[in-house]
C-alpha cells in the first residue's frame, strides 16, 4: 500500500530527524548573514544545549574568529531574541564551500 504525502510534512519530517527545527535553521541563516565573507571558511558542524561547534578550513580564519567569539555569541544571541549559545568552539576541518555565498 503507498500514499502520498505532502512535502512540507516531509521536510518537517526530516529536519526534526537531524535536529533542524526552525531555531537551527534560522541559526544557519544568522550566521552566513552575521560573519559574511569568512562564513565560507567556517560552518557550522554540530549544535547542542547550547554549544555551538563550528569547523574552520584555515588556522588563521580559526585565529580571527576566536578572537570574534565573544561577538559572534552576542550577535546571534540578540537576532535569536534569547540566550541560545552559551559557549562556540572552533576546530580545524573541511567547509564545503559551494553552501556560501561570494
Not at 562564513?39 to 554549544?51: L, P, S, T, V
Not at 540566550?83 to 580545524?92: G, H, T
Request: aromatic residues 8%; hydrophobic residues 35%.
Amino acid at each position: 500500500m503507498t500514499y502520498l504525502r505532502e512535502v512540507k510534512e516531509i521536510v518537517k519530517e526530516a529536519l526534526q530527524k537531524f535536529n533542524l527545527g526552525e531555531e537551527s535553521q534560522k541559526l544557519f541563516a544568522i550566521w552566513q548573514e552575521e560573519l559574511g565573507g569568512l562564513a565560507k571558511h567556517a560552518q557550522i558542524g554540530n549544535f547542542r544545549e547550547g554549544k555551538l561547534l563550528v569547523e574552520v578550513d584555515n588556522p588563521v580564519y580559526m585565529q580571527e574568529l576566536s578572537a570574534k567569539r565573544r561577538s559572534i555569541i552576542e550577535k546571534v544571541n540578540k537576532r535569536m531574541g534569547k540566550r541560545f549559545i552559551v559557549e562556540v568552539r572552533f576546530r580545524l576541518g573541511k567547509t564545503d564551500r559551494s553552501r556560501s555565498e561570494d
